[in-house]
């Protein structure tokens, strides 16, 4: 209560203060400027994110890694001081951070890639009909996995599983042209391989 006999309740709400007069039932916020500044200082900072997903060949989740950029130029711009960047210029600090948490969230989903791969033997024999004793039919099958290069690989698994070359393309990011290229690189091996 201020002497006039209003009542004002305050909330705090991380940084956004918000302040309100019950009697006279007005509202007036009080937003903290500098969030609005620090948030156009992070916008600033988007070209140099889409410079690093560029350099680090990111072609899938691009959003995300957008996110995640964002992210990391939010904590180094908050954690930003001359002693701990140790001679380094804000910019450089930054391109730091967001380099380096870029590398872990590719790590990160890498590793997560791998564990679930593991599956690919499943769908070999789901999509063959090869019941669990057919293991000479699988390691021929993984065996002819294991000439073809990644693209190739996902052409013929995405193909097993019932896909077309549109929607492999549309899929992967890549072109229509690009998707039957795979397509006629992995045909040639499989050829070479059945005699």
Same mark, same amino acid.
């Given at each position: 209560m201020?002497?006039?006999g209003n009542t004002f309740?305050?909330?705090?709400t991380?940084q956004?203060?918000?302040?309100?007069?019950?009697?006279?039932n007005?509202?007036?916020?009080?937003?903290?400027?500098?969030?609005?500044?620090?948030?156009?200082?992070?916008?600033?900072y988007?070209?140099?994110i889409?410079?690093i997903?560029g350099?680090l060949n990111?072609?899938?989740?691009?959003d995300?890694?957008?996110?995640v950029?964002?992210?990391a130029?939010?904590?180094?711009?908050?954690?930003?001081?001359?002693?701990?960047?140790?001679?380094?210029? !804000?910019? +450089?600090?930054?391109y730091t951070?967001?380099?380096q948490?870029? =590398?872990? &969230? %590719?790590r990160?989903?890498?590793?997560?890639?791998?564990?679930v791969?593991a599956?690919?033997?499943?769908?070999?024999?789901?999509?063959?009909?090869?019941?669990?004793?057919?293991?000479?039919l699988?390691g021929e099958?993984?065996?002819?996995?294991?000439?073809?290069?990644?693209? !190739?690989? +996902?052409?013929l698994?995405?193909?097993?599983?019932?896909y077309? =070359?549109v &929607? %492999?393309a549309?899929?992967s990011?890549?072109?229509?042209?690009?998707v039957?290229?795979?397509?006629?690189?992995?045909?040639?091996?499989?050829?070479?391989l059945?005699?």
């Open positions: 201020d002497a006039s309740r305050c909330i705090d991380s956004e203060i918000v302040m309100t007069d019950f009697d006279d007005k509202s007036t916020e009080y937003i903290d400027a500098d969030d609005r500044a620090f948030d156009r200082r992070i916008m600033e988007e070209p140099m889409q410079s997903i350099r990111v072609r899938f989740d691009q995300d890694y957008m996110q950029g964002r992210l130029v939010y904590n180094a711009l908050s954690t930003f001081d001359d002693i701990a960047a140790r001679g380094a210029t !804000e910019s +450089q600090f930054v951070r967001i380099y948490r870029m =590398v872990d &969230e %590719i990160r989903v890498s590793r997560y890639t791998n564990n791969s599956t690919d033997d499943d769908v070999l024999m789901e999509n063959t009909g090869a019941s669990g004793n057919d293991a000479v699988l099958l993984r065996d002819m996995l294991g000439t073809l290069d990644c693209r !190739e690989r +996902q052409w698994l995405l193909t097993l599983d019932g077309t =070359v &929607e %492999i549309a899929a990011g890549f072109s229509v042209s690009s039957k290229n795979w397509r006629r690189s992995a045909r040639a091996k499989l050829g070479a059945r005699g």
